[in-house]
């Protein structure tokens, strides 16, 4: 083999070393890439965590109306005369039974007098006729005069008592007198109106609820009542009964509603504006978790749920239900406390590294 020239040996070797230096290049940028596409996959989603609560997410409406009394009587007078005795004004208590005015019933009693002493003769004929009869006396159709007569004595004597008792103005009932209309001096009339009385034991309030909010309520139901008289302050209720039908005018179904009274509540007094707040759809005591945290897919519906470790997160399936108020409710696939994601669902998949940024928080909505 011939002698090479140094000169020729010494540019090989340059030519070999830069190819494998080219070489050798080549390899770590490929691997640099594949080592940078990588970890691009396996970077963080950046999220925010809420939790599954219980909570009250009902449907609720609030309809005002007036706190009146269950129980009022009209106290009329039941005969025409003066009256001469008042005994009760605005704000007395007063039982069933007592005399709250009295009509001078002087003329009544002297014809009952008189009364009486008729259906006395009347009652002494009528003995006096039937021993004839039984005697044998062809006394027959006088003795059925006399019976009339009696009767007729006797009617007149118990119209003439009435007369004299309704003088006396009594109460029909407990409770509290809420109107007076009469003065002493007064002539009133036959069956004008002379007090009002109320028992203020047991308040109602009976809003007008439309029929689109009546399907969702029912006697029994509890609600929540408050006066503009006590803002503060909430007061318990229930429904005491649905009237059947609307009224002709508003179309609107009268709800009557019982307001519970206690003694740590301050005193309601009929007249108050409440306003009352009923549930049409109960959803109390419900697992809910933000809207956001909810994420459509293919028809279904699921959640992200973290790991222990709070970096990587699981898709459950979840069945919801109602949504109100920015939440929805979890009907079933996770349980109250478990922690969810609730940012950025459309970029995660099942098991897919994330970041903790911060707690999903949500204002203006109720708790």
Same mark, same amino acid.
Do not use: C
């Given at each position: 083999m011939p002698d090479q020239h140094p000169d020729f040996i010494i540019t090989m070797n340059f030519y070999s070393y830069l190819l494998l230096f080219s070489v050798a290049l080549l390899f770590a940028t490929g691997c640099s890439d594949s080592d940078t596409n990588s970890d691009e996959s396996e970077s963080a989603t950046s999220i925010t965590t809420a939790t599954a609560q219980t909570r009250d997410l009902s449907e609720t409406f609030s309809v005002s109306g007036e706190v009146m009394t269950y129980r009022r009587s009209y106290v009329a007078s039941r #005969?025409? =005369?003066? *009256?001469? %005795?008042?005994?009760? @004004? @605005? =704000? %007395? %208590?007063?039982?069933? !039974? $007592?005399?709250?005015? +009295? #009509? $001078? *019933?002087? /003329?009544?009693?002297?014809?009952?007098?008189?009364? @009486?002493? #008729?259906?006395?003769?009347? &009652?002494?004929?009528?003995?006096?006729?039937?021993?004839?009869? &039984?005697? !044998?006396? $062809?006394? /027959?159709?006088?003795?059925?005069?006399a019976e009339r007569d009696f009767e007729q004595a006797d009617s007149e004597v118990e119209r003439l008592r009435l007369s004299v008792e309704f003088g006396d103005?009594?109460?029909?009932?407990?409770?509290?007198?809420?109107? +007076?209309?009469? &003065? #002493? !001096?007064?002539?009133?009339? /036959?069956?004008?109106?002379l007090f009002t009385v109320e028992d203020t034991d047991l308040l109602v309030v009976r809003p007008g609820v439309s029929e689109l909010n009546l399907a969702g309520i029912e006697a029994g139901d509890e609600v929540e009542i408050t006066l503009d008289v006590y803002p503060d302050r909430t007061f318990a209720g229930h429904i005491r009964r649905i009237f059947p039908t609307s009224d002709s005018q508003t179309r609107l179904f009268t709800v009557e509603v019982e307001l519970h009274q206690s003694e740590d509540k301050p005193v309601v007094r009929p007249g108050y504006l409440a306003r009352v707040q009923f549930a049409a $759809? +109960?959803?109390? @005591?419900?697992i809910a978790v933000p809207s956001e945290a909810i994420e459509e897919r293919d028809g279904n519906t699921y959640v992200f749920v973290l790991n222990d470790d709070e970096d990587r997160v699981r898709m459950t399936e979840v069945e919801t239900g109602a949504r109100r108020d920015g939440f929805a409710e979890i009907l079933s696939g996770i349980e109250a406390g478990t922690k969810v994601a609730a940012a950025n669902l459309d970029v995660l998949e099942d098991d897919s590294l994330v970041r903790v940024a911060g707690t999903f928080r949500r204002f203006g909505f109720r708790e």
């Open positions: #005969i025409e =005369g003066l *009256v001469f %005795d008042v005994r009760f @004004e @605005e =704000g %007395d %208590d007063l039982s069933q !039974g $007592d005399i709250m005015a +009295r #009509i $001078d *019933v002087r /003329q009544q009693q002297a014809e009952l007098r008189r009364a @009486e002493a #008729i259906r006395t003769e009347a &009652e002494t004929h009528l003995q006096r006729t039937r021993q004839l009869v &039984e005697a !044998g006396s $062809d006394a /027959q159709a006088e003795l059925q005069r103005i009594k109460s029909p009932m407990n409770g509290v007198v809420t109107s +007076r209309l009469v &003065e #002493i !001096g007064n002539n009133v009339a /036959q069956n004008e109106r $759809d +109960r959803r109390e @005591e419900v």
